[in-house]
C-alpha cells in the first residue's frame, strides 16, 4: 500500500491550492484519512480529519472556514482544498490513512511523503 500527496506549491498570501492524496495496492477497505503538517522548526500537527462516512474534523481553529477536508471513495483519494492561505500556513502537508489490506485482519497507518506548502506574504 503506497499513498501519493500532490498539489503542494508557492502561492502568495490570500491565495489557494488544493492538495490530494491517492492509496494504492491492495486494499480492502480505508477507514478514516488524515492531513497533518510540519512547519519547520515545529513539530507534525493535525489539521484535518475524514471518516469513511465522511464525517470531518478540524484539529485547528486557525484553518477551520479556509479549509476543507473531503475524500472520493472510489479513487481511494482524499483532498484537503486549502483557501485565503496565510504565511503561516507555510509547512510540509502529509496525509495518512487507516487502512486494511485484503487477507488482513488489523488495520494499519500509512503515511503519505509529504507536498510541501509555501506561503509568501
Known amino acids: 500500500v503506497q499513498l501519493q500527496a500532490s498539489g503542494g506549491g508557492l502561492v502568495q498570501a490570500g491565495g489557494s491550492l488544493r492538495l490530494s492524496c491517492a492509496a494504492s495496492?491492495?486494499?480492502?477497505?480505508?477507514?478514516?484519512m488524515y492531513w497533518y503538517r510540519q512547519a519547520p522548526g515545529r513539530q507534525r500537527e493535525l489539521v484535518a480529519a475524514i471518516t469513511s462516512g465522511v464525517m470531518t474534523n478540524y484539529a485547528d481553529d486557525s484553518v477551520k472556514g479556509r479549509f476543507t477536508i473531503s475524500r472520493d471513495n472510489a479513487k481511494n483519494t482524499v483532498y484537503l482544498q486549502m483557501n485565503s492561505l496565510k504565511p503561516e500556513d507555510t509547512a510540509v502537508y502529509y496525509c495518512k490513512a487507516i487502512i486494511k489490506r485484503q487477507g488482513d485482519y488489523v488495520r494499519y497507518s500509512y503515511w503519505g511523503q509529504g507536498t510541501e506548502v509555501t506561503v509568501s506574504s
Open positions: 495496492g491492495s486494499i480492502e477497505t480505508i477507514d478514516s
